[in-house]
């Protein structure tokens, strides 16, 4: 199911703050939003100084092998979907190697101030010789001097943070040197979000998160209760899977209320495929 065909499906009743989970077969209470949210909102990440806009505008649906729905409309069609974003409100890109979409990023960055706009990457190196060299090629390949958020890409091991100590030392001196403002990880798997949760080093966290448990890494309420640890050491988390890699085609109005509540994300990402679906979220976000 395209992200088009979801997005323009006919709207959830949310009025309900009982919201079932159907790994656990048991509900979750979430609190009712007390306030007005727009899509471009001024966030700011965590202890990371990092002020941007409360959506993200990602660039891999199906992100595998330098390939993704997005990076499928090609460097124009991508890029001008971003500056359309832009144009918006949106002001954080988010982008991965895996997903092919640097140029897609660089294309956008040279029609926008580069200070107005919050980049986000992701590294699948595993080792520091290999970060060291991911960290100089998507600078190049993204057009850019610095990257603002990067971040280790997958992580599965609940020892994540000692068996890739290493990695994270080209990350904390490519900090103290400003090629990146702040470090983190994706997490996909309880353990690994525990570690991270745990862990000084994590400044910024990419965490699942939806009201069904769709594509997560465990169901809602034991999520929350890590990313409500993560929030509370001054960590910025930054909600994925909200939409549940489509799964909550039916119930998106749901997903994006569940993302808005109260104290447990600083900002989220999805991906859509064209300028009618991303500004359809745009406005769906400030009906929630």
């Given at each position: 199911m395209k992200r088009r065909e979801f997005f323009t499906t006919a709207a959830y009743g949310v009025g309900a703050a009982w919201l079932g989970s159907?790994?656990?077969?048991?509900?979750?209470?979430m609190p009712e939003l007390t306030k007005k949210f727009s899509a471009a909102d001024t966030v700011v990440l965590g202890n990371t100084g990092i002020h941007t806009s409360r959506l993200a505008m990602g660039t891999g649906t199906v992100g595998v092998g330098h390939h993704s729905h997005q990076t499928a409309l090609?460097?124009?069609?991508?890029?001008?979907?971003?500056?359309n974003g832009y144009a918006h409100g949106l002001r954080f890109f988010d982008a991965a190697d895996s997903y092919?979409?640097?140029?897609?990023?660089?294309?956008?960055?040279?029609h926008v101030p580069r200070d107005k706009v919050t980049v986000l990457t992701k590294s699948w190196a595993r080792?520091?010789?290999g970060m060291r060299?991911?960290?100089?090629?998507f600078r190049k390949e993204l057009g850019t001097d610095h990257i603002d958020i990067f971040l280790m890409h997958c992580l599965t091991e609940g020892n994540w943070t000692e068996r890739y100590k290493g990695v994270m030392d080209v990350l904390s001196e490519a900090k103290q040197k400003e090629i990146i403002r702040a470090h983190g990880c994706s997490c996909h798997s309880i353990e690994a979000l525990r570690a991270a949760a745990a862990s000084p080093w994590v400044e910024v966290d990419l965490a699942r998160i939806n009201p069904t448990g769709a594509y997560m890494d465990a169901d809602p309420a034991t999520v929350i209760g890590v990313l409500k640890q993560m929030k509370a050491s001054g960590k910025a988390v930054v909600g994925m899977k909200i939409?549940?890699?489509g799964e909550l085609r039916n119930r998106q109005d749901e997903a994006l209320k569940h993302a808005l509540s109260p104290g447990l994300l600083d900002a989220f990402t999805i991906g859509a495929e064209s300028r009618n679906e991303q500004e359809d979220l745009i406005r769906r976000i400030a009906a929630a």
């Open positions: 159907k790994m656990t077969g048991q509900a979750l209470a090609g460097v124009k069609g991508l890029s001008e979907m971003l500056l092919g979409s640097h140029p897609h990023v660089a294309e956008a960055l040279k080792d520091p010789a060299a991911d960290l100089d090629r939409l549940g890699a």
